[in-house]
């Protein structure tokens, strides 16, 4: 059963001009953060409107996380509430995949067709009902008590993040002058989750980095951004990542491809050399 309640309400305005994927605000439902993401113009189609719940700041989770949850999109018809747009399913959200929803939630001929817009505005109500929650937030983020802190540049970091943190700070003094969050948990989970971009993109082997680590690394980005981190320096840093990890697959592919014909002659090779063998006997 669903609960009466959304757990969040979308409204977007001047939605038949908007063209660029829309992010809602955080919401939090059953202990966990989420945002909702839609595309007034589809996702891989041009017919239909595509939208997405997806968790939020994975990369502040511990690893391994992963959520069951059960969600419901209702893309309210503002003039006639019975006809609304409603869309349900299921899914496990965990590192790999931690968004789900619909490719082709609503055709965008009848959004104006059957009066979804009012002035045109969008609404669209959200249930999330989670269960089998594993991994909340990382010890790393929120360091316990027991752990040694040290303050840099108005952040708690741990002792073994000072270096990191200072390299950020002095080299990029900007990045954290006009920061929204004051409140000191929150503050540490996002100095928490800037480190650790930070980690993966600096300090980790190229061969190591995956796509789905990218791909965290990206909204973990747009998180931070969100909150006032001036970090176009770290973008720069992800795009030429991201365009030297396509390289490198592309040479493990031809490495791969190589190993075959490599077994293949090698196995031609074995083959003539028993028929060689053969016809000497005979």
């Known amino acids: 059963m669903w609960t009466k309640t959304p757990s969040y309400t979308m409204e977007i305005n001047n939605f038949s001009q908007r063209n660029a994927p829309i992010r809602s605000n955080l919401f939090r439902s059953y202990s966990c953060n989420w945002y909702v993401t839609v595309y007034p113009k589809g996702n891989g189609v041009d017919t239909h409107m595509s939208m997405y719940l997806d968790v939020a700041n994975p990369l502040s989770l511990s690893q391994g996380w992963w959520r069951n949850a059960k969600f419901r999109f209702v893309i309210v018809n503002q003039s006639n509430v019975a006809r609304s747009k409603r869309l349900a399913t299921s899914h496990t959200f965990n590192e790999r995949k931690p968004n789900r929803g619909f490719k082709k939630a609503l055709r965008l001929t009848k959004l104006q067709e059957e009066r979804f817009l009012v002035n045109d505005k969008l609404k669209i109500e959200v249930y999330v009902d989670a ?56 503050k540490t989970a996002y100095i928490n989750i800037l480190l650790r971009i930070y980690e993966t993109l600096y300090n ?28 176009e ?20 592919a031809q490495a791969l491809e ?10 031609m090779m074995c083959n003539l050399k028993a028929e060689i063998k053969l016809k000497a006997e005979s």
């Open 131 to 186: 269960y089998d929650i594993v991994g909340l937030l990382d010890t790393h983020v929120l360091p316990e008590k027991t752990h040694k802190t040290v303050c840099v540049n108005g952040f708690q970091v741990l002792d073994s993040q000072v270096k990191s943190a200072d390299i950020i700070f002095e080299t990029y003094p900007e990045t954290a002058l006009y920061i929204y969050p004051q409140d000191p948990q929150l």
């Open 258 to 267: 190589l190993g075959k014909q490599l077994k293949n002659l090698e196995l």
């Open 204 to 231: 980790n082997p190229l061969e190591k980095i995956t796509e789905t680590e990218l791909s965290n690394v990206s909204k973990g980005l747009l998180d931070l951004t969100q909150a006032g981190f001036k970090l």
């Open 233 to 252: 320096w770290l973008r720069e840093k992800l795009e030429k990542v991201s365009v030297e990890r396509k390289k490198l697959s592309g040479y493990e």
